[in-house]
Every structure is written in C-alpha cells, then in structure tokens.
C-alpha cells in the first residue's frame, strides 16, 4: 500500500503586494499505522506585519488493489495538536508561536484501507478574508486551489522513500512520499528433530512480514540456498537443515529481508538392526549373557528374556530355555530412533543333576576287586568317577571297581552329570567312600611230611587260631596239628585260618609209611606218638649243622614195649638223664624219615667220623683224647653229655659214663655202629659197632 503525503503551500498575504509567501511546511514524521502526519509550520522569512497564521487542510484519493486510484477528496481532522478545528473538522487554523515555528500533529479519520493524502498549508486562502487581524472563513470547504479541486502538479511523489520520520527542509518541497516502516516479520524458531521417515513438522509464522507498499511475496531457503517454488509465509521441510524466510513488499523493499528467527531440522537416522549373540548354554546357576553389536549407535533396547537396555545383558541362572531380542537406538538433538527388533538369539541353561548316593560293596579279599555303585539319578545322562581307589572315568556306567585287587583301602567320589545342548552340567561330588580290600593271612604249615600207621606227628600252622583238615581221613586224621596215621599212602593236610573275612591255608603233604623193612629187625610197626627235637637249638660244626636230640612221645615212659619175644623187640623209652629218648636201631632204621624229617637225616658213620676230625680228633678210635672229648661236651661247640642208654629189656646202663649216638649205617645183621665215648680211658669211637637192641640217642644231621 502507498501513502503519499502532498504538502502543498500557497502563501498569500492580506496586502496583495505580497508577491512571494513566507511560509513553509516542514515535514516532521508520518506514521500510517496510526493516521497520524506530523509538520513544522515556519513563519522564519516572514517580515513586516505579519499574524502568522495558516490554515492547514488534507486531502486523499482511495488505491486501489490493481493499482488505480480514486479522485481527490478532503479529508476528515479528527483530531489536532494545535489549532482549532473548524467547517466540520475538514481544516484547522494554526497560529504560530512565539519562535514563529508550530509544530502541528493532527489525526485522519474515515480513512479506506489503501490511500494516497496530501496536507496543503495555505498562508491566505482565497476562501478566507482577514478581519481584525483573524481569518473569517468563507465559504463551505472543500476549498479550491486556482479554482480546482484536484492538486494535479502540486503532487508530488517520492517512490522509495519509505521512512519511519522524514525532515525535509530543502526549498519548501510541495511533495513527500512515505509508505509504513517495512518489516520481514517472523517464524517459529523451535525447530524440529525427527527420525528418518517421521513426518516433518510445519514451520509457522509467528508474524507476517507488513509495512511497505503492503504487496508482500516470501521465500524459504535451506542452508542459505533458495528453495524452488516455497513461497507460502509458511513452509514444510522435507529434509534436514535450516529453514529460514525472507520477505519483500513490490515499492519500497524490493530485495530480499530476512524474517526473524530460523527452524533447524535433524533427521536423526534409523540405527542398523543389531546382531545378537550369546555366550552359549549354561549349567544352572550361571546366566546366559546377549551381546548386541551395531556400528554408530547410542545404546540398545531389550525385549524377551532379559529386559530394559545395554549392549549386553545376563539372564536369570536358573533352568530353562532363553530367548532374546534387541534393538539398538541413536539419541541425536533430543530425539532417539529406534531400529527394528532384531533376530532372536536363544540358548539355553541345563538343569544341574542331583547329586548321586555312593555305595560300595567291601570289604573284600585280594584278588577280587571292590565294586563301587551310584544310585541312578533322574535326568543325569552319565556319571563321572575319581578317587586315588578308580580309574578316572567318564560314560553311563554307575557302577566301577577298584584299580587293583591288592590289600589296601580304595577311595572312590562320584557326580552325576547331564549332557544337554551342546555342553556336560555336573553335580557336586559325592563325599569320599572307602572300600576295603583285606589281605590273605600268610599261613604256613611246619613239621614232619611223613608219619607211620598208628603213630602221629605234630604239624605247625602259623599264624595261630586256625583250623585243620585232611583230604584223605582213611590214610589220616588230623586234630589241633596232630596227624595220626591210618594207613600206608598219602593225605594232604590244610591249614586253614581266617582274617577279615579273608580265608587262607596252607596244605602239608604226608606220607603215610609202614615201617621200613630192615634185615635183622622184626618190622613191626612201631607207635612213636609225636616226634620232635629236644630244643630248637642247632649247632654248626665245620660243613656240618646238627640238631638237638630227637624226642618221640610214645617213648616217654619208664620201660620197654615188651610186646615181642624177639631179641629186637624193643623201641625206645625215655632217658632220664638228657632231654632226648633212646630209640633201638631198628626203629630208627625203620622210622628214618619220621625221626629226622628232610632237610635232616640220619647221621651215619661216616659223619661221625667228619665231625671228629673237624673238632679236632684224629677220625679213628683211641684213648685218652681229652681235649676232643671237651669239645664234645661243650655246649656251644657240639652240646653232648654222658647221657648213657639203656639195654634191650629198658634196664638204664652208662648213665653218667657213655656218650654214644646212633648212625643209620649197619655193620651186620645184628651189629650197626654208633659214635662212642666213655669216661674210660677217655675213649673215643668215631665208628664202633654195638648190638642193635641197645637204646641210645639219636641227633639228626644236615650239610
């Protein structure tokens, strides 16, 4: 819209000689929002008699919308600064002042939306006549300038000038032009972030862009560069950036203003989906832990079985099957985007088995292996097995055995296990079980391996405390140790003891014997009872080792068997004067291998001799060989005595005076020799014959 602002002057005097006017009209300001045109009438060149006085009037045409105008009409002073206003308000008179300058503001009113105006100071209207100093106005207004209505020349228009104020005082301008302050206005400055594929907001217009000659056109740009065909005051983005306006009227602001303010967009982009993974199955008690993983993220959100956000998270640790999903979000201007959930990631936590009751079935005897077991436990898929008493070992099998059978105490623990995806849970181990393998007593059986028919022997069995069979009870018995032969042939007897629960024997083989038959002598079986030695004291002499004196039962009695009437009927009796019994040669001809079981025997004459010579003698008989009787005697070198016999009918004889022993080598039928020593003489025999029937001493000899 264009305002114009016509100061048209016409100054006449009273006295027509006044061929120039004094007057002129100072625009000060114009304000076309508030109607309101504000001007300095000056009085300063006027001379001479002068009232100073002026009537000020105002005039406007109507602009149209294309641009054509209307004809010139007075305008309505609805209000003054100064002056008084007068013919229906259409004019007002104003006297100068003091200083001869007046400043004059007046107020239009009626006015139509788009005008041009134009204010006429007139020094002497032709309309007014003077009359005691004061104007009388003649006439109904509007008045006429030269007779015509319309301004015509005295308008004059300023294009461009549009000011807020305008002081002009160059030669009395009969014109000035200015149309309302121009302003850009202004649009909303929030601004708008938003995630990639959200719609985008509309940037409004808080203030329309005004003033001007009020034929407004706008433009929106993005980043400073003008965006084709936005031209509306408001404007939607279709991408980021920032969104400012500028604005323009077609007079009196024809380049580009900026409207206040700027609308910056963020388009905040979708986050990849992420990938995510998990630490595989786990064994009750321990969580399964999601990991998510995308580039160029602020975070991630979970959904499934773990909750709320971070790039991983850890499961519940008990039993069962765990799924989750993520998605990842970017936080960028205040706006956070979210990308789709992703693929489920799934594993799952296996139930830990219980743990198994372990048995074990011992004790046991060596050679036999202890069996452990454990109790089967539900949903356990194996058993797993250690201990310093097992072979480490992993499968199915409840039960298994000792690593050896020898005597000792084995440990063994267990623990149930449950394979299930992909992994092996197990149980805690049970507490250590012992099982016992006992040892087999070490069992020994000493004494004779051969016993006669009606006479016995003495078995030794060690350790003590057990107990005694015979395979064969018609060959012989056996009770406490004492085997009594039946009959000729062969038995086997056991010993049997127990320890722990762990039997073990020892078997003796015995040979049964009929006496043996020896020429001179009866061959009767003879009943000798228990055979043994004296003491268990041996002495070595040279290569050779020699028992204590042989013992037998049966003989320790006072007299003879008297039972045959043969010269050779008698068997042995006791002797009263050494520990051992005197036997007849024919008994121990008979009963060799009972007297002096292996790996003793019999002397014969022959070691008797040895033993002379290595005592010192000469190996020969003779006298008075004192020194090697003493060695005889000594009881550290061979331990005899003068222990004597006894006749064939068991009268004692040579008590105290002989030392004689039998051999097992025969001289004759009736003769077989023997050691002989007597305190005669200091005698010694290393081989003399004597009669068979004689009772003496018998020592048992080995190399």
């Known amino acids: 819209m264009q305002k114009i602002y016509c100061l048209l002057f016409a100054v006449l005097f009273a006295q027509a000689s006044y061929a120039a006017s004094c007057v002129s009209v100072k625009q000060v300001s114009a304000n076309y929002a508030t109607k309101q045109v504000t001007f300095d009438v000056v009085w300063s060149t006027c001379t001479g008699t002068h009232n100073y006085k002026t009537w000020v009037i105002v005039d406007y045409r109507t602009v149209n919308a294309n641009g054509t105008k209307g004809a010139w009409t007075r305008a309505t002073v609805s209000g003054t600064s100064v002056g008084t206003l ?36 007139l020094d002497y209207p032709p309309q007014a006549i003077m009359s005691n100093g004061t104007y009388t106005l003649k006439g109904t207004p509007p008045f006429t300038i030269n007779g015509s209505t319309t301004l015509g020349a005295n308008v004059k228009t300023y294009t461009g000038a549009c000011v807020t104020s305008v002081t002009d005082a160059t030669n009395n301008p009969e014109g000035i032009v ?21 719609a985008y907001a509309t940037i409004g217009s808080t203030t329309a862009a005004g003033g001007g000659d009020s034929r407004i056109t706008y433009q929106w740009l993005r980043n400073g560069s003008v965006i084709s065909g936005a031209t509306a005051t408001t404007y939607v983005p279709t991408q980021a950036g920032t969104y400012t306006r500028q604005a323009k009227d077609g007079t009196c602001n024809t380049a580009w203003v900026a409207s206040t303010g700027s609308w910056v967009v ?75 959930y992703s693929t489920a990631s799934a594993s799952t936590i296996v139930a830990i088995p219980a743990v198994p009751t372990l048995t074990q079935n011992g004790p046991k005897c060596a050679g036999t292996a202890i069996t452990f077991t454990s109790t089967a436990v539900s949903g356990a898929t194996g058993y797993q097995w ?37 992994i092996t849970c197990y149980s805690a181990y049970t507490a250590n ?29 060690s350790p003590t405390g057990g107990s005694w069979s015979t395979s064969n009870s018609s060959r012989a018995t056996v009770s406490g140790g004492i085997v009594t032969g039946k009959s000729a042939g062969a038995a086997t007897i056991t010993y049997t003891v127990t320890k722990n629960g762990c039997p073990a024997n020892a078997a003796k083989a015995i ?37 204590d004196a042989v013992t037998a039962t049966y003989c320790q009695k006072t007299t003879y068997n008297a039972a045959n009437s043969s010269p050779y009927n008698s068997d042995c009796r006791t002797n009263p004067s050494y520990s051992g019994d005197l036997f007849s040669w024919c008994m121990v001809a008979a009963y060799t291998a009972q007297l002096c079981p292996s790996p003793w025997r019999v002397p014969t004459s022959s070691d008797f001799v040895t033993l002379d010579i290595a005592l010192g003698g000469s190996g020969n008989s003779r006298s008075d060989d004192v020194a090697t009787i003493a060695k005889y005697l000594n009881a550290s070198i061979w331990g005899g005595s003068w222990f004597g016999g006894c006749l064939y009918n068991g009268a004692l004889d040579g008590q105290g005076t002989w030392l004689d022993m039998w051999s097992s080598t025969s001289y004759n039928s009736s003769l077989s020799y023997r050691l002989g020593m007597t305190t005669s003489y200091y005698q010694i025999i290393p081989a003399g014959a004597t009669t068979r029937d004689y009772g003496l001493p018998l020592r048992c000899v080995k190399n």
């Open 511 to 547: 040979t049964i014997l009929n006496a043996v038959p020896v020429s001179g002598c009866n061959n009767s079986n003879y009943t000798l009872g228990t055979i043994g030695f004296a003491s268990t004291k041996t002495w070595t002499v040279g290569t050779q080792t020699w028992s």
């Open 386 to 422: 250690v201990g310093a008493g097992v072979t480490a070992s992993s499968g199915t099998a409840r039960t298994t055995s000792s690593k050896a059978t020898t005597a000792g105490s084995y440990l063994a623990q267990v623990r149930s296990c449950t394979t299930a995806s992909g």
């Open 266 to 340: 963020t388009v905040v982009s979708i986050p990849a989906v992420p990938t995510v993974t998990n630490n595989g199955s786990k064994c009750a008690g321990t969580g399964i832990t999601f990991t998510a993983s995308a580039s160029g993220v602020t975070g991630y959100e979970w959904t499934g079985s773990v909750t709320g956000t971070g790039t991983s998270k850890t499961t519940a640790t008990t039993a069962g099957a765990y799924s989750a999903q993520a998605r990842s979000y970017l936080t960028s201007s205040g706006t956070t985007c979210y990308s789709a």
């Open 433 to 461: 079980v012992t099982g016992v393998i006992n040892s087999y007593p070490s069992v020994s059986v000493t004494g004779s391996s051969s016993v006669s028919v009606n006479n016995t022997i003495t078995l030794t069995g």
């Open 86 to 121: 007068v013919s229906a308000s259409k004019g007002v008179w104003v006297t100068g002042s003091a200083s001869k300058t007046q400043r004059v503001t007046f107020t239009l009113s009626g006015m139509p939306a788009q005008f041009d105006w134009c204010a006429n100071a």
């Open 178 to 198: 200015t149309n309302p302050v121009f302003t850009a206005g202004a649009i909303a400055s929030t601004g708008q972030a938003l995630c990639s594929g959200s």
